[in-house]
């Protein structure tokens, strides 16, 4: 089985299309609900304090370093499932102001306000980020099934960003009846170095560096499940791990053992010699769910998939490895001076397709990782899905009364 071949051509533009066929594409737009699925960190996070709602991510002043509210989750698990704070999501991100016209990052403020303006019922699905995907897995086809009830059985059409579309390929594995079709963007289906970053160096947030630091990073479970993967595969590397020494030899690591993580000094085993017990236990945990999360991304023979359609950026140099004790090392590990790759300034573009078996027709993109979903393809491609089903197939959900 094999997708189409990458195209970087424009989808054909509403203006040139001809009054009929514009037509047509509202009319399908108008009877298949949209779900918008966002990413890492691409929800805001609240709780409430005396009676009051106290925004923890993110607000401006978070994000430039005034503030920094507490993000930890309880390392704790009961029953195989993380304990719980009183934190929850709110909505997905719109955008952060720290100052205008200097200092500001867009999330999903354009994406969400075009999808609302094209008419079509279009909802989005927000989710705790921080938490096992395994979680955000049920929790997402429980939405979904929601929304094909509340549309008289129609299934679903599904735009998923970054972490986002993790989810939802794992959520269609187990019930793709529910989905009409899917557009996957930035996804780090096979993960990457750049995502490890946030357990081993700690990344910046605008500018607070200690708002998702690395000793806050080590408590969410989601960013060991993304972080890298070599179960599927890499035919253009099939030695790749992520992991060199400063000759260029790959060195071996499996990214869902906890022992690996100790043995190559990574994440908080590169920083303390001996951690608790406790954290220990805990990151084998959010291993133990990561490889679970993984297996649920295979492509299944039994199944009859939707439609898909992955779009990956190709043009940003992409950390795609990391040096041991390289000239740039920070406990023991150099991602400064490693090789790029292209991609998205975050995933290498190889990283973006999914496991082998699935079909799926592909777009190469330029924008940063972030940006993706506002490439403006985007509107046309979701039409193009619609008449594709239209043509092909059902967009009925057998589980529930047809129209």
Known sequence: EKQKQPSSAPAPSQEKRSKEDRKRRKALRNTVPLITIHGYKGSVLAKKVDGQVSVLWLTA???AGFST???????????????????????????????????????????????????????????????????????????????SAKHNGRK????????????????MNLKPTLFHSVLFAGAPFRGGPGLVEDLHWGTVDGRNKDIAGVDVSLTFASIYQIAQD??????????????????????????????????????????????????????????????????????????????????????????????????????????????????????PFEHMCPAPGYQYDMYTASLPHLYVINDPRIPDLLDDLLEKVAKEGTSFNPAHPKL
Not at 163 to 170: E, L, N, Q, S, T
Request: charged share 25%; proline share 7%; hydrophobic share 40%.
């Open 61 to 63: 002043s978070q994000a």
């Open 69 to 147: 509210p507490d993000l930890k989750l309880p390392i704790t698990w009961t029953g195989g499932v993380q304990d719980r704070d009183d934190t929850h999501p709110m909505h997905t991100m719109k955008a952060v102001t720290i100052i205008p016209y200097l200092y500001e990052a867009d999330f999903y403020g354009v994406w969400l306000a075009k999808a609302k303006a094209s008419g079509r019922p279009s909802y989005e699905f927000s989710y705790d980020w921080r938490r096992s995907n395994l979680e955000n897995v049920t929790r997402f086809l429980a939405y979904v099934q929601w929304i």
């Open 156 to 171: 679903a059409q599904v735009l998923a960003h970054s972490m986002g579309a993790i989810i939802a390929m794992a959520a």
């Open 230 to 347: 070599v179960d599927h595969g890499h035919t253009w590397d099939p030695e790749y791990t992520g992991l060199i020494d400063t000759d260029g030899n790959v060195l071996p690591m499996d990214w869902y053992s906890v022992d690996d993580w100790k043995k190559n000094g990574l994440g908080i085993f590169g920083r303390e010699a001996e951690p608790s017990p406790v954290v220990v236990e805990h990151i084998r945990n959010c291993l133990e769910d990561g490889k679970k999360l993984r297996n649920l991304l295979k492509h299944r023979k039994d199944v009859d998939y939707p439609p898909m359609v992955v779009m990956a950026t190709n043009t940003l140099p992409t950390k795609i490895r990391m040096i041991r004790n390289g000239p740039k090392s920070v406990n023991g590990w150099d991602i400064e001076t490693a090789p790029t790759v292209p991609g998205d300034g975050r995933i």
